[in-house]
């Protein structure tokens, strides 16, 4: 089943904070993080593990509440290269594949 | 080193052809995805190919669809009788394996336009 991210799309200034959520219907193993800049691929930024390894970039921070089956994304003094789309995915058990969300729509000016 | 690729990078076809798309993953990379992007969503999970496993066909919509991975590299993603709610961008990935603790890496997408 499809995670939901929220919110949905989000406006910014320059050096401002965001928070992206994303939420889960079923037990989580696992939550990919990735960026995606209008007409390119999605990049990654990091995946958090169940028992709370963590694996990604140094200036990107995330949290993963496995009793909640929540991820939150945290982007701190946004820059404009911050802007793009941000897709989570999920992976449950021993499943391989992820299910990504909708995507988060973020948009920093100047 | 190379990154994965896909071809074509654009395809426009009639309604009703079939259409084949092609990715070519990192080498060494076992495992590999394949994801539909409609306009302005989210990134649907087709079909998942792992080393020499039976592959997961979960995520294909119909049996219009169909991949297949030759030697455990190259892969190719068929649509047979294409119609307009076919038209979207088609994402390969690859990832050293097929574990739920590997970056994906994707590739930059065949835009496929369905008239």
């Known amino acids: 089943q499809q995670p939901v991210q929220s919110p949905q799309a989000v406006i910014l200034r320059e050096g401002e904070d965001a928070v992206i959520n994303c939420s889960s219907s079923k037990a989580l193993y696992s939550v990919h993080w990735y960026r995606q800049k209008h007409g390119e691929a999605p990049v990654f930024l990091m995946i958090?593990?169940?028992?709370?390894e963590q694996k990604g970039h140094e200036k990107i921070s995330a949290s993963f509440n496995e009793k909640k089956q929540q991820s939150s994304l945290y982007l701190t003094a946004s820059q404009l290269s911050y802007s793009g789309t941000y897709f989570c995915?999920?992976?449950?058990?021993?499943?391989?594949?992820?299910?990504f969300g909708q995507g988060t729509r973020l948009t920093i000016n100047p | 080193g190379a990154g994965v690729s896909q071809s074509p990078s654009n395809k426009v076809t009639e309604k009703g052809k079939d259409v084949e798309l092609r990715c070519d993953p990192i080498s060494g990379h076992t495992a590999l995805y394949w994801y539909r992007q409609s306009l302005g969503q989210g990134l649907e999970f087709l079909i998942y190919?792992?080393?020499?496993?039976?592959?997961?066909k979960s995520g294909l919509p119909s049996d219009r669809f169909s991949a297949e991975r030759t030697g455990g590299s190259v892969s190719t993603l068929t649509i047979q009788r294409t119609q307009q709610e076919d038209s979207a961008v088609y994402l390969c990935?690859?990832?050293?394996?097929?574990?739920?603790?590997?970056?994906?890496?994707f590739g930059p997408g065949t835009r496929l336009t369905v008239l």
């Open positions: 995915g999920t992976g449950s058990g021993g499943a391989q594949k992820l299910v």
């Open positions: 990935a690859s990832s050293p394996q097929g574990t739920s603790y590997n970056e994906q890496f």
């Open positions: 190919f792992q080393g020499n496993s039976a592959p997961d």
């Open positions: 958090l593990l169940k028992g709370g």
